[in-house]
């Protein structure tokens, strides 16, 4: 399961942080027309309090503590804060679904806080990342859910939450790990055991990996938030990744990362080894198998038991059994308008979703190619994992492991029999 | 009452106090906080009277919504969510007798529905609040889908209830399978045999009961 998960990671790091971090990253110059090159300088490094406003908009709290200094979201808002007390024992729901509630509960337990974000994060890797999420974190089933966030829009957000990118700020840390010794830094990582918890896709298989219970509740968290060592070469600037292995919890004080007694000269090496190793390229995912209509009736009992039940409801739910909060799929939410697309009951699964200029349109018009819209989302999540989001249609479930390729079917084949009940 | 049992009842309350204070909630914490939510279990019941509702028990459907709220018929649209549900169940119970419910005994204003008259009245409510109730939530198929199916079964409505169906159905967003038998009822009055078979299709395709897709000839179409 977890080679399995670990194959999700789709991004190379030669293809990534395109855009505007060569202009983050030169020292200001200036010139004739000081406005004007002030304020384009300010577009390009992006405008950290219209980042705070979008934070706000976007609802980053809702799923990050840390993210912004205003309360918390409404508990009812709180996606992982209401599963982690599920589990925890602490939010009771009616007898008898509290057992159904705690074994449905296996995903949104853990999520990676954005405490002192702006100490680590290089905001080039921000602003790629929030307009392309991938899988960051291998042994995380949720990710980043792919927003409705513009170019400006993730500059501003990167501008808010990282650090600036302005390379002189970062020289001196820079020169520190060139002088390290990336072999040394390789086999003290097997000795500290950091592929416990670390994947680090692209360098030849590391040893040392302790064996860890991932039901452990102690370690649990450290499994789950551990991010692919890949790409820190390009999340973290030099000097926020040297005080990081220094001490984690200097940096960030809730990191589930333990504290390694590390020698300065250690410090330097493991460093070298994550900023210099080399990285085989990711492999394009094979695609998976769309599988061919079934030859069976298949229900919306069925549908809606296996699929729209156990995935779609919290963001397609009901209004009026959730304090009047239908999920951001329904009447909105994480910045999306509300779209009026409610799977809770066949009625409403028939009633649609409410377009940019708040015309309905059925979720199975088809799409050009004639594959019904909401195939087409189902279908799109998978090309999302495999780093080729459409355009046109964003992936689903948002921000979840897309369905397996039978549930799809599934799926497919209710929609192409009609919808029967 | 006198000095003395004054005294006791203060002083009893004094060593009750601690225990009242510890009882007392902690104040909230950013996250974390231990606290307890209970559903609602009205809204259990709702669904309930949902699901019975769906499954054609129409008497049971409105029965239920009689027991959660028993000033249900005295309830405006708008009150409460789930109240509005309630109004919805309890206005499509009706439609789907044609008016003929009759429950709510026990309360203060049960549904009668055995003459003509009273039938009539029965399909009047439940269009008045099925109408609110799609005013209240706009660019609702589901609710307009309830709304036409209503219309459709009193004669001076039935063009409204045309007008609404066929608009759903061009997009594909008629909601129920009674919402496409009425639409199929109102083809064969006027004699629209080919949208008539294709509304028939559709209904007995969303529903687990086809004979509720059945369409009565109508005068015209048997008079040959």
Request: aromatic share 6%; net charge positive.
């Amino acid at each position: 399961m977890l080679l399995s998960l670990a194959a999700c990671h789709r991004r190379d790091p030669a293809g990534a942080a395109p855009g505007p971090s060569a202009a983050a990253s030169a020292a200001p110059t200036t010139s004739a027309a000081p406005a004007t090159t002030t304020a384009a300088l300010a577009e390009a490094l992006g405008d950290p309090e219209k980042g705070h406003a979008l934070a706000l908009r976007f609802e980053c709290n809702r799923c990050h503590d840390g993210a912004v200094p205003e309360p918390a979201a409404a508990f009812e808002l709180q996606c992982f804060h209401c599963h982690q007390q599920i589990l925890a024992g602490t939010l009771k729901p009616p007898k008898r679904q509290e057992k159904r509630w705690r074994e449905g509960v296996t995903g949104l337990r853990d999520v990676p806080t954005l405490t002192s974000a702006s100490k680590r994060f290089r905001r080039a890797w921000l602003t790629s990342f929030l307009q392309n999420p991938f899988d960051l974190r291998p042994r995380l089933a949720p990710t980043m859910p792919r927003l409705a966030i513009n170019a400006a829009e993730a500059r501003d957000l990167a501008a808010y939450f990282g650090a600036p990118d302005t390379a002189a700020l970062h020289a001196e840390a820079a020169a520190e790990i060139a002088r390290g010794d990336a072999g040394r830094g390789r086999a003290l990582m097997e000795a500290k055991g950091c592929p416990s918890c670390h994947v680090f896709t692209g360098v030849p298989a590391l040893a040392g990996a302790a064996k860890v219970d991932p039901a452990d509740k102690g370690v649990a968290a450290s499994l789950s938030l551990a991010p692919d060592l890949r790409y820190a070469r390009e999340r973290l600037h030099p000097d926020a990744l040297l005080a990081w292995l220094k001490s984690p919890k200097q940096m960030k004080p809730d990191t589930a990362m333990p504290e390694l007694p590390l020698t300065p000269v250690e410090v330097r090496d493991l460093a070298a080894y994550v900023r210099t190793a080399t990285l085989a390229p990711i492999e394009a995912l094979p695609a998976l198998p769309r599988l061919p209509l079934l030859g069976r009736p298949v229900t919306y009992d069925e549908v809606s038991g296996r699929v729209f039940k156990r995935t779609c409801w919290h963001c397609h739910g009901e209004p009026d059994y959730a304090v009047g909060d239908g999920g951001p799929g329904n009447t909105g939410g994480f910045g999306f308008k509300p779209r009026g697309l409610n799977l809770v009951d066949y009625s409403s699964v028939a009633s649609g979703f409410v377009d940019d200029q708040g015309e309905r349109h059925s979720a199975f018009e088809p799409l050009a190619d004639g594959t019904p819209r909401m195939v087409a989302a189902l279908l799109a999540r998978r090309s999302e994992e495999a780093d080729r989001p459409r355009a046109d249609v964003r992936g689903m479930p948002l921000g979840y492991p897309a369905l397996s390729p039978e549930e799809i079917q599934l799926v497919e084949t209710w929609v192409a029999q009609g919808r029967p009940r | 009452m006198k000095l003395r049992s004054i005294v006791r009842i203060v002083s009893a309350s004094l060593l009750l106090l601690p225990f009242g204070l510890a009882g007392a909630p902690a104040p909230a914490e950013a996250c974390g906080t231990e606290f307890f939510s209970v559903v609602d279990h009205s809204a259990e019941n709702i669904s309930s009277a949902e699901k019975a509702l769906g499954q054609g028990r129409y008497e049971a459907a409105a029965t239920s919504v009689f027991q959660i709220f028993p000033k249900l018929r005295s309830t405006k649209v708008g009150a409460g969510p789930l109240s509005d549900r309630a109004l919805r169940i309890l206005a499509l119970a009706a439609v789907r007798v044609d008016g003929g419910l009759t429950v709510g005994k026990g309360v203060t204003w049960p549904m009668a529905g055995v003459t003509p008259e009273q039938k009539e009245g029965n399909l009047v409510f439940a269009i008045d609040t099925l109408r609110k109730l799609n005013e209240k939530r706009a660019n609702s198929p589901s609710f307009q889908t309830d709304l036409a199916e209503a219309l459709g079964k009193v004669p001076r409505y039935r063009a409204e209830s045309y007008a609404i169906l066929t608009q759903l159905a061009k997009k594909d967003l008629v909601a129920s399978a009674e919402g496409y038998a009425t639409l199929a009822r109102l083809h064969e009055a006027l004699g629209e045999g080919a949208p008539r078979d294709a509304a028939v299709k559709r209904c007995e395709g969303m529903t687990k009961t086809p004979k509720a897709c059945q369409v009565p000839a109508s005068p015209a179409t048997t008079s040959s």
